[in-house]
C-alpha cells in the first residue's frame, strides 16, 4: 500500500478523503481533533505541489442535502488552521463543483460540500464514485474512521484514478493497529468498555489469543457479573448473551488469561442523576439502582494491575462518563495510563478518545485512533474495505 510520502502529486489535482464528521451545536464546532489529525497530510500534499481537494461527510443527512450539515463550517475553520483560504464547492459533484476543481491551481485547497448529500456515496454507486473523481489525478484516502465502510469515496473512486495512496494518519494507524499490536511488548493488557457485549463478542474473543490480561468493564461488565451469579439490579443488561460471557471467562481460565471484572460499583437511579447512590461490592447491588461507574476498588484492583504493562489497548470507558457523577472510574485509568511512561498506550473508539481528550491527556497516550467501527472491525481481524481497495488501485 503506498502512502502520500512516496507519490509524485506535483501539479496534479488530488483528491484526498478525510474524516471531517466532527461534532456541531449551532452550527460551532465542539472537537476539531479529527480536522487537527488531517492537517500532516494536506500540508504534505500542498508542500508536494498538489492541487488539494478534500472530500468528507458530516453527519447523517441520508442521501439528501440539509442545511445543518454543511461542511461550510468546517471549511472555515480549516482555513484558520491552515491560514490559507479554503472555498467550499456548492456540492461535491456537478459542474459547478467540477469547473472550481479543474481550475485549481497547486498548491491551493478546495472542500467538496458533503459527500452523504448524495446517497449513492453510501451505496458505492459506480457513476458517483465517477462524478467524484472527474477532476482528480491522483487520490489519497485519509479517513480511517470511514475505512470500515465500502462507499463510493473510499472504494469506488479507486478505479477512476491511476495513482492512489494512503495518508499520514492513515499509515499511522496502520502501523499501530497492524504492526504494534502484532508484537506488543509484554504484558500486553486489552481495557474493553462501553455498553454491550454484543458488539464485541468477537473481538473479546480474539483478543483472548493475544493478551495477558482482560479487563472488562463497563455497562457490558453487568452480563459477565449476571454469567456469576450477581444480581445486577436495574442495570443495562444482556441476559441472553450471559452464556457467552461464561464461555468468555471459562476460555480465559484454559488459556491462562486474567481476566478482570469490578469488584465493586458505582450506583444511581438513572443516567441523569446529579450525585451517586453510594458505592456498593458487586455481591450487593442494590435492586432499585443501575450500575453507573466502577467503584474506587475495581480502580485499584484495575491500575495497579495496568501499572506493569508492556502494552495497552483500551476501547470503551467505564461508566457512564458523560456524566461527572459516573465519569470517575473512566478519568482514573486514563489518569493510570498517562502515567505509563514506559509502556505503548493505545486508544480506541469515539467515546474513548471523548474520556481521554476530557482528562486532557491526550498528548501523554503513545496512539489516539480515530477510528470507531474501523477500529473494532480491524481489532476482529477483519480485512478493511478502505485498505483493501488502495492496494488493488492501478493493479
Request: glycine fraction near 10%; aromatic fraction near 6%.
Amino acid at each position: 500500500m503506498k502512502s502520500l510520502e512516496e507519490m509524485d502529486v506535483a501539479g496534479k489535482r488530488t483528491l484526498i478523503r478525510v474524516d471531517f464528521n466532527v461534532p456541531l451545536k449551532n452550527g460551532v464546532i465542539q472537537d476539531d481533533n479529527r480536522i487537527v489529525q488531517s492537517l500532516p497530510t494536506i500540508r504534505l500534499a500542498l508542500e508536494k505541489g498538489a492541487a488539494v481537494i478534500l472530500c468528507a461527510h458530516l453527519g447523517k443527512p441520508k442521501g439528501k442535502p440539509v442545511s445543518e450539515y454543511s461542511l461550510a463550517p468546517v471549511a472555515a475553520h480549516l482555513s484558520d488552521l491552515l491560514n490559507m483560504e479554503v472555498p467550499l464547492a456548492p456540492d461535491c459533484i456537478g459542474p459547478e463543483a467540477e469547473r472550481m476543481a479543474m481550475e485549481l491551481a497547486p498548491g491551493n485547497i478546495l472542500m467538496l460540500e458533503n459527500l452523504r448529500f448524495h446517497p449513492g456515496e453510501e451505496a458505492n454507486d459506480p457513476e458517483f464514485a465517477a462524478a467524484l473523481a472527474k477532476a482528480a489525478e491522483a487520490y489519497v484516502d485519509d479517513a480511517f474512521g470511514t475505512a470500515h465502510r465500502a462507499h463510493a469515496s473510499n472504494v469506488g473512486v479507486t478505479r477512476h484514478v491511476r495513482e492512489c495512496g494512503c495518508g499520514l494518519l492513515m499509515k499511522k494507524e496502520w502501523r499501530y493497529l497492524a504492526e504494534v499490536l502484532a508484537a506488543p511488548a509484554r504484558p500486553y493488557a486489552a481495557i474493553s468498555g462501553g455498553s454491550k457485549v454484543s458488539t464485541k463478542l468477537t473481538v473479546l474473543t480474539r483478543l483472548l489469543d493475544k493478551v495477558d490480561t482482560l479487563i472488562i468493564g463497563g455497562a457490558m461488565a453487568n452480563t459477565f457479573l449476571l454469567a456469576k451469579g450477581y444480581d445486577v439490579g436495574r442495570s443495562l443488561v444482556e441476559p441472553d448473551l450471559a452464556h457467552e460471557a461464561t464461555n468468555i471467562m471459562n476460555a480465559a481460565v484454559d488459556k491462562g488469561i486474567k481476566l478482570l471484572l469490578p469488584v465493586d460499583v458505582v450506583v444511581g437511579s438513572s443516567l441523569d442523576d446529579k450525585v451517586t447512590g453510594g458505592v456498593f461490592p458487586v455481591e450487593s447491588i442494590p435492586k432499585d439502582k443501575m450500575v453507573l461507574d466502577i467503584g474506587p476498588a475495581s480502580v485499584e484492583l484495575f491500575t495497579t494491575e495496568l501499572a506493569t504493562a508492556g502494552t495497552v489497548m483500551w476501547n470503551g470507558p467505564l461508566g457512564a462518563f458523560e456524566n461527572q457523577a459516573f465519569a470517575q472510574g473512566s478519568l482514573a485509568v486514563a489518569r493510570c495510563l498517562a502515567g505509563l511512561d514506559k509502556a505503548t498506550t493505545i486508544v480506541g473508539g469515539g467515546d474513548t478518545d471523548a474520556v481521554v481528550h476530557a482528562a486532557k491527556l491526550q498528548e501523554k497516550f503513545s496512539f489516539i485512533s480515530t477510528g470507531g467501527g474501523s477500529f473494532m472491525e480491524f481489532m476482529e481481524g477483519k480485512e478493511l474495505p478502505a485498505f483493501t481497495a488502495l492496494k488493488e488501485c492501478g493493479a
